[in-house]
């Protein structure tokens, strides 16, 4: 099982980037998939997630409006499309995968998931 995560790069506040997270080695029909965060210093922290089937998408407030998560079950890629970029966006980003994701806000949880791309830096100049 292995998650590529692609698209980061260095870009100006206010600037737009896309983020792709390639999954491989088995069906992730069932899956959430998730975007996480790390900023140097700080704690990983939730950003955006979908559940694979059914679409249901959620993000952090930080990014809500700006950012959005998309899937393309053919094939088994999940995007995230950052918008209005701001250089606290600026932190290294990993996609994820969740078996089985219960219980109410499970999605933001990083315990929940189970398989964890190699992360691609994004970086946001003022």
């Known amino acids: 099982v292995q998650l590529q995560a692609s698209g980061g790069g260095l870009v100006q506040d206010g600037d737009s980037l896309r983020l792709s997270c390639a999954a491989s080695?088995?069906?992730?029909?069932?899956?959430?998939m998730g975007w996480f965060r790390q900023a140097p210093g700080k704690e990983r922290e939730f950003v955006a997630a979908i559940r694979w089937s059914g679409g249901g998408t959620y993000f952090a407030d930080s990014v809500k409006g700006r950012f959005t998560i998309s899937r393309d079950n053919a094939k088994n890629t999940v995007s995230l499309q950052m918008n209005s970029l701001k250089p606290e966006d600026t932190a290294v980003y990993y996609c994820?995968?969740?078996?089985?994701?219960?219980?109410?806000?499970?999605?933001?949880?990083?315990?929940?998931?189970?398989?964890w791309g190699q992360g691609t830096l994004v970086t946001v100049s003022s």
């Open positions: 994820a995968a969740a078996r089985n994701c219960v219980g109410y806000g499970c999605y933001s949880r990083d315990r929940e998931y189970n398989y």
């Open positions: 080695g088995r069906t992730f029909s069932t899956y959430m």
